[in-house]
Nanobody, 118 residues
Framework: QVQLVESGGGLVQAGGSLRLSCAASGRTFSVYAMGWFRQAPGKEREFVAR????????YYADSVKGRFTISKDNTKNMVYLQMNSLKPEDTANYYC???????????WGQGTQVTVSS
């Protein structure tokens, strides 16, 4: 099992930036990829970004491509999500997740709230 703790959420004006962090612990050697997801009130959870734990291959949802950047520091077991040009529709609870396979996300953090005001 991998334990995940997110941080960095908050309130920001439209057009602003935030950087989310995710600290991973436990069986990180079993991780294939790390990802960020988000869930807005009344909506289903949706994929945001993914990065291979070994290597640097990344993949983004179309809605955030060009604005968000996922990165990692394997030496610190950390994953980051740099969010620029934020929009009110980016408001959601953001979750970090660890995958055992390309889309096999098995471990989840508790989430961090991001609110973008217009």
């Amino acid at each position: 099992q991998v334990q995940l703790v997110e941080s960095g959420g908050g309130l920001v004006q439209a057009g602003g930036s935030l950087r989310l962090s995710c600290a991973a612990s436990g069986r990180t050697f079993s991780v294939y990829a790390m990802g960020w997801f988000r869930q807005a009130p009344g909506k289903e959870r949706e994929f945001v970004a993914r990065i291979r734990w070994s290597g640097d291959s990344t993949y983004y949802a179309d809605s955030v491509k060009g604005r968000f950047t996922i990165s990692k520091d394997n030496t610190k077991n950390m994953v980051y999500l740099q969010m620029n040009s934020l929009k009110p529709e980016d408001t959601a609870n953001y979750y970090c997740a660890a995958a055992a396979g390309i889309w096999d996300f098995r471990s989840w953090g508790q989430g961090t709230q991001v609110t973008v005001s217009s």
